[in-house]
């Protein structure tokens, strides 16, 4: 079946500018995740949806960063007034943790973000 | 606070040796522990998980790691290495009874794998 899907798979924008980041997660899954990947840092943790409701938005940076979840299925995130610290690869997985916990998660392809 | 460490940021090996990539974690409470590989170019997949019983857990492709609490270390291993196991491998980690899945993951470590 389809994975998961983020779209555009390369965005370049300048500094100051508003950005979209899209994720289609496999159908059915409950939980969503946002992560942002940065040369020698990791995958950092951004925030989490079960459902259509953010339980964790702990991750964001700053309040500059914002995401939706409708449906219980896609996601959208979002970021203001880009920074070029802001460049990175977004990563979207979804999971599907009906009754278990450690259920692994699927992650998409990713955006890779330039502001420039 | 969970957090995971590996300390390696990058580990050369040559085909067929055997290879360890260290994973520790911090956590007053139980976890469950996973290793993702992400290939050059691709996203991350699963290679294997430890949510109970046997501290000893096999992957895909030939990786296996063990559990061991006391030292609250995850590592990966893989007896004999190819080429195509060049990729990161980042070990994460997650609280079952947190009330929520988030999963914190480490700074990967990154294996290159040479003729």
């Known amino acids: 079946g389809a994975g998961v899907s983020q779209s555009p798979s390369n965005k370049v924008t300048e500094k100051g500018k508003d950005v979209e980041l899209r994720c289609d997660p496999i159908?059915?899954?409950?939980?969503l995740y946002w992560y942002r990947q940065s040369l020698g840092q990791g995958l950092e943790f951004l925030i989490y949806?079960?459902?259509?409701?953010?339980?964790?938005k702990s991750g964001l940076p700053s309040d500059r960063f914002s995401a939706e979840r409708t449906g219980g299925s896609v996601s959208t995130l979002t970021i203001q007034r880009t920074q070029q610290e802001d460049s990175a690869v977004y990563l979207c997985?979804?999971?599907?943790?009906?009754?278990?916990?450690?259920?692994?998660?699927?992650f998409g392809p990713g955006t890779r973000l330039t502001v420039t | 606070a969970q957090s995971v460490t590996q300390l390696d940021s990058q580990v050369p090996v040559f085909e067929e040796a055997p290879v360890e990539l260290r994973c520790n974690y911090s956590?007053?409470?139980?976890?469950?522990l996973f290793w993702y590989v992400q290939y050059p170019n691709q996203g991350l997949q699963l290679l294997l998980k430890?949510?109970?019983?046997?501290?000893l857990v096999k992957g895909i492709n030939g990786f296996e790691a063990e559990f061991n609490k006391s030292q609250t270390s995850f590592h990966l291993r893989k007896p004999s290495v190819h080429i195509s196991d060049t990729a990161e491998y980042f070990c994460?980690?997650?609280?079952?009874?947190?009330?929520?899945?988030?999963?914190?993951f480490g700074t990967g470590t990154r294996l290159k794998v040479l003729a």
């Open positions: 997985a979804s999971s599907d943790h009906r009754g278990l916990a450690g259920a692994e998660q699927y």
């Open positions: 159908s059915g899954h409950t939980a």
């Open positions: 949806f079960q459902g259509n409701s953010a339980p964790d």
């Open positions: 956590s007053s409470v139980s976890v469950y």
């Open positions: 430890y949510l109970s019983g046997s501290t």
């Open positions: 994460a980690v997650s609280r079952p009874t947190s009330g929520t899945y988030k999963y914190i």
